[in-house]
């Protein structure tokens, strides 16, 4: 069993700046890629940030500069420091792994997501 636990997510000012984190935990021999995505209102769920096991990074247009995504691998958690938010930014950030189980099993996870409300 593998679980995913996002916290850090909450109400902030445009302007403002807030840290997401992301635990995984359970019955974990490895974790290769690990995202952040995001879903507005209304909207599709989009690719917000992603970070590989060796830590090269990549990002939405959207969001270059003012988000950057880290992992700590010996803690099985990755990090999504979000500066200068603006309402657009407001949505439900989920994060995601592609966990490997044994050295042959690998399938995608996800956390429960973690609320992200930036005010004008």
């Known amino acids: 069993q593998v679980q995913l636990v996002e916290s850090g997510g909450g109400l902030v000012q445009a302007g403002g700046s807030l840290r997401l984190s992301c635990a995984a935990s359970?019955?974990?021999?490895?974790?290769?890629?690990m995202r952040w995505y995001r879903q507005a209102l209304g909207k599709q769920r989009e690719l917000v940030a992603a970070?590989?096991?060796?830590?090269?990074?990549n990002y939405a247009d959207s969001v270059k500069g003012r988000f950057t995504i880290s992992r700590d691998n010996a803690k099985m958690t990755v990090h999504l420091q979000m500066n200068s938010l603006n309402p657009e930014d407001t949505a439900v950030y989920s994060c995601?792994?592609?966990?490997?189980?044994?050295?042959?099993?690998?399938?995608?996870?996800w956390g429960q997501g973690t609320q992200v409300t930036v005010s004008s």
């Open positions: 970070i590989t096991s060796g830590g090269i990074t």
């Open positions: 995601n792994a592609h966990v490997g189980t044994s050295r042959w099993h690998f399938d995608n996870y």
């Open positions: 359970g019955s974990i021999f490895s974790i290769n890629d």
